[in-house]
């Protein structure tokens, strides 16, 4: 540093500053700034903290989930990789023609060649189940993914397992292909799909557009994958999402899980901050209820119906089989909620009380305008501003419709949620 001409004469400047300080002010102007000084400095440590404290549970779970992404792309790597392989080595055996001089019995029967295809089918189908899970919970489809998770995927590989041993392969197959071992791969891969599915259960408690169905079967799929989670718990943890997620969108964030899912704008922002206010309360209201028609009794029916595949007897059986410790947990699970729903609406009343304080009509008045002001030296004029609420008008509208559903008005479930 003696060395570097910018430090040598930073360090120049400062001590003539300094020195000039003494020279030119009296003892208690410099005890003023001392003081001054003193007093920035503590401000400027004070907002680092906070900023660094409001956003330290965001950085924590975006590095987990960047953790788990990344664990989830190696492993859709190698399935497909082996996918690949798999099929390559399938067209490579069956462009391959037999030795013309091959005597009769040495040739494949017809019966043989259907068995090694339809193994090689099934085999392809259970590596299909990863990336169907995850297309079922892209799509909120927390139920079905659970089932593919726990029955379907255990079903296909006991069929693809009684394939292997009922219908050996020819000696030069089953040397160019190693079914068997593909199949334990495969199988390896599946026992992260619960933990998957749990954790995106949770992740959709902060989506704006969230409806009831997918509500209620994400709160029953945790419960399911997750026992030592109690229903009170996972009230609570639902409402500080929707929190931070309304906190987010009225606090500006436009990235993570509080930036509206089609965009961003002041008028978007505005209906995303309408739709996840209502969203929160109405959907929270119907969690606490699980007997009759309610989407927390039918996301537990869901669970019990009968798997797909009735096409293949066999794999139904096998499902059935699966569907039937199933529908044990589903039970208990259901026996749980309606001997916990006082304690789930008494987690409501005391959290959605807090949250209620918070988010007064005048304070909301006040965060919105921050939310949604047009960017600094710039005016909005009245067509604009027409243009933003019949648009911000149409979305909260839609969205009110699918939280009353079909069957029931928008006020009529409002009030029924309060």
Known sequence: LKDCPHCT???MAMTASIDDVFRQKSLSEIHGILKQTRNDVETKKKDLRELVGNHYRSVLESSDHIREMS??????????NRVEELIGRMRTLAA?????GAAPEKQARPADEDHEYLVGLRIIALFEVPETVRAHLGANEFVRAARGALVEAAALQSEVDDLLKAGPLSGARKSALNFSALVQQQVVSFRGLPR???ASCVDAFSAVSLDPRGAAESFVVRLLLDPNTQPAALMRLFLERR??????????????PAAPED?????????AVAMALEGTVVLASSLCRTSGEVPVARALDALLEDASGTERPDSEARAREGSLALSRRVEALRSLLRSTEGAVAAALTELGGRLAADWTPSALARRLRRAT???????QTCAA?????VHCTDKVQRHRGLLAGADQEWQGGWSAAW
């Open 9 to 11: 004469g930073l360090s």
């Open 71 to 80: 664990t989830c792309a190696a492993k859709v790597s190698a399935g497909a």
């Open 96 to 100: 391959t023609p037999l030795a013309g």
């Open 196 to 198: 998957q599915i749990s």
């Open 243 to 256: 929190s931070d997620l309304l906190n987010g969108l009225l606090d500006g964030n436009t990235s993570g």
């Open 263 to 271: 965009g961003s704008g002041p008028g978007l922002r505005l209906a």
């Open 373 to 379: 002001a047009a960017p600094k030296g710039s005016t």
């Open 385 to 389: 501003l027409s243009e933003l609420l």
